[in-house]
């Protein structure tokens, strides 16, 4: 099945300061998947990339796709309180539409 | 907005019950999916659906079954409730084929 390794497990930034993660996949990546979680709650779709190079942005988050859909990151620009929580990738399986997911990261931004 | 609705979010039951988890979605959605999320273990899927009456066992079936008899509801069945089975239960549905995945809030259920 499709491995999908989350980097950093967890880290604390300064609000204001911009951070990033890194989800690395064993195989070709079809559709990666951001979703962020709230400690205990359920998880909230951010973004999906399909391309080989692709790049999305929402509010002051950025998720790229590389060119050999192997490696998908997501960037937060001057992080804010609302930021914190688990940040989870989620992979397309390759033969069909069940879903791999990481392991998470955990931000927590200090005021 | 898409709303997935799950029946509970905190559960309590005992050794040996019957417990069913609803989730019920409102978009019109072909597929549907439960989980579980344990610490150190990640997600994991139980069972999915992508159509009425259709299920198609996940990565760890085993001590579940599911019922999906219309197409916004899908239920998650203990058959015999175990201490092994303490987790969070999250339900997501999606439109079709590869789509996002959108969730409910999740159940928090215990097993005493």
């Known amino acids: 099945s499709q491995e999908l390794e989350q980097s950093p497990q967890s880290l604390i930034v300064q609000e204001g300061k911009n951070l990033t993660i890194n989800c690395t996949s064993s195989?070709?990546?079809?559709?990666l998947y951001w979703y962020k979680q709230k400690y205990g709650e359920g998880l909230i779709f951010l973004m999906m990339?399909?391309?080989?190079?692709e790049e999305k942005s929402h509010e002051k988050i950025t998720a790229k796709l590389d060119e050999k859909k192997q490696q998908s990151s997501l960037h937060i620009t001057a992080s804010q309180p609302s930021h914190a929580g688990i940040y989870l990738c989620?992979?397309?399986?390759?033969?069909?539409?069940?879903?791999?997911f990481g392991a998470g990261t955990t931000v927590t931004v200090r005021a | 907005d898409v709303k997935v609705t799950q029946s509970s979010r905190y559960l309590v039951k005992r050794t040996g019950e019957k417990v069913f988890l609803e989730c019920v979605q409102d978009?019109?959605?072909?597929?549907m999916f439960w989980y579980r999320q344990d610490p150190g273990l990640g997600l994991r899927l139980i069972y999915f659906?992508?159509?009425?009456?259709?299920?198609e066992k996940g990565d760890i079936p085993e001590g579940y079954s599911v019922s999906r008899e219309k197409k916004e509801r899908f239920s998650l069945i203990l058959e015999s409730a175990s201490t092994n089975q303490t987790s969070m239960y999250l339900c997501?549905?999606?439109?079709?084929?590869?789509?996002?995945?959108?969730f409910g809030d999740g159940t928090r259920l215990s097993i005493l």
């Open positions: 997501a549905s999606s439109l079709r084929g590869r789509q996002p995945q959108h």
């Open positions: 195989k070709t990546l079809y559709g």
């Open positions: 990339l399909q391309k080989g190079g």
């Open positions: 989620g992979a397309d399986r390759t033969n069909d539409y069940k879903l791999s």
């Open positions: 978009m019109d959605h072909e597929n």
């Open positions: 659906s992508y159509d009425v009456k259709m299920k």
